[in-house]
């Protein structure tokens, strides 16, 4: 009976390029709108006005919102990471036939989002002081810091447990109801920035704090949202009951076989960036404010791509279980195609429009230079980019968490970091330093061709 329904799911039956663009589309527009309520976020407190003692404080506000952007993001890796493990593992389970293990795994999985959020407490109530003076000792930026980061840490139940459910519901293939919560929440986010920001609507004004509250109230709606759509709509591939949210050591150790390389691989994210923005400071603060511009701007390309590498992964992992190859090569071909779609579309539009885009920002002219110049020569690299992050999606899809945690060393680790670090010597730095991100995906991207082919001969070819 669980194998008659688990062949039901569309996963396995639709044909590949349809199933493909039916949940990837809902996931890039999720994740398209995910990266526009940061850019949000970005453009309201940079236009915070000065006062007598502090003039350019959006400039200020902005540069914290950068130095606390990697706590964040790794917030977000060790949830989108474990998600990784769950989705992977769980579709493959799906695919398999076996309700009792996916039950397991979803329980467990609950119940890790909840380990997650007892960690980012922690360091919420005790660590975000020195985190941030390990990077500056600007005392208006350090103050904004605190606020901000604080209020986005020790409430972060909602981001962690809300990332939690996304993955669940993304692992059953409901990847327009996990879309629904996400857009639900960014725009939550969105329509309360100004109004906490610069209190409206009998508000008081509560400059940085308010962008981080209504952060933190649109995770929360996302959350909400995903764990009635879960405990709704689930029930019908595997049961939701909460004993299954008891820890199993056998599950979580196989959630993070794949898992743990996966965080690891979101949090060089969190890495990179940190370590650019101690790099980026010998060069100027300015520096560091556009390097966060920019990669506002530049998630919103590369979280579209993640979007569609999102509905590859549960689609090659469920066809992955069911051993059919022609669907496994379809899922990696067209999510490929797709995939490379976008970084190209986006790369087109953001050469053609890099000064209307660094615009946006109410910044001082020195930083809408450095940004418009960041915009020009990474985007160059975009097409590199696109492709690993599709491989980095197959290689997780087909168990191999380890491909996936090397072609993301060698992008954002091994070589844009010392690359970064020798151009600061130039004395054409404030160009040359944009130029190791590019270089970085080039490096990775041949890495990432002889990884597939690797495994392709182990893997695929076992396959009917």
């Not at 400059?207 to 996302?222: C, D, E, L, R, Y």
Request: proline letters at 3%; a positive charge.
């Amino acid at each position: 009976m669980d194998n008659e329904k688990m062949e039901m799911n569309k996963m396995g039956v639709q044909p590949v390029p349809r199933l493909l663009l039916t949940m990837g589309l809902p996931m890039v527009l999720s994740m398209a709108l995910q990266a526009l309520y940061n850019i949000v976020d970005s453009y309201f407190v940079s236009c915070m006005q000065g006062t007598a003692e502090i003039a350019n404080m959006g400039d200020y506000a902005v540069n914290a919102l950068t130095l606390a952007f990697p706590v964040q993001m790794l917030m977000v890796a060790v949830g989108v990471g474990t998600g990784v493990g769950v989705n992977a593992v769980l579709s493959k389970s799906l695919g398999e036939g076996n309700r009792g293990k996916g039950s397991r795994i979803a329980g467990n999985s609950v119940f890790l989002g909840l380990c997650t959020y007892a960690v980012f407490l922690l360091f919420g109530l005790c660590g975000v002081g020195l985190y941030l003076k390990s990077q500056t000792a600007d005392p208006v930026v350090l103050e904004m810091g605190r606020t901000y980061l604080g209020i986005c840490t020790v409430f972060s139940f909602g981001v962690t447990m809300y990332m939690t459910y996304e993955k669940l519901l993304q692992a059953t293939g409901r990847t327009t109801l996990s879309t629904l919560a996400q857009v639900a929440g960014a725009l939550t986010n969105i329509v309360l920035d100004p109004v906490m920001i610069f209190g409206y609507f009998g508000l008081p004004a509560m400059g940085i704090a308010g962008a981080a509250w209504a952060t933190v109230i649109g995770q929360f709606v996302s959350f909400a949202l995903d764990a009635v759509f879960h405990y709704r709509f689930n029930r019908r591939d595997l049961s939701t009951a909460f004993r299954y949210m008891r820890p199993d050591r056998g599950i979580i150790r196989e959630i993070y076989q794949v898992g743990v390389p996966a965080v690891i691989m979101q949090a060089l994210m969190s890495i990179m960036t940190y370590g650019v923005n101690i790099i980026f400071g010998a060069v100027s603060s300015a520096a560091v404010t556009a390097y966060g511009v920019y990669y506002k701007i530049q998630q919103f390309v590369f979280f579209a791509a993640f979007g569609m590498n999102n509905a590859m992964i549960p689609v090659i992992a469920f066809n992955y279980g069911r051993m059919d190859r022609r669907r496994v090569r379809q899922g990696i071909r067209y999510g490929m195609g797709y995939t490379l779609a976008i970084m190209l579309l986006g790369a087109v539009l953001l050469q053609v429009c890099a000064r209307q885009v660094a615009g946006v920002f109410a910044l001082s002219d020195e930083i809408q230079s450095l940004c418009v110049c960041a915009i020009r020569i990474i985007t160059l690299g975009y097409l590199f980019v696109g492709a690993n992050i599709a491989y980095q999606g197959i290689f997780q899809a087909l168990g191999d968490g380890i491909s996936s945690l090397i072609l993301s060393l060698l992008r954002l680790i091994v070589v844009a970091l010392p690359l970064a670090w020798a151009f600061t010597k130039s004395a054409r730095a404030e160009t040359l330093i944009w130029t190791a991100f590019p270089v970085a995906e080039a490096c990775a991207f041949l890495a990432a061709l002889f990884l597939m082919r690797r495994l392709s001969e182990k893997t695929l070819a076992v396959m009917r």
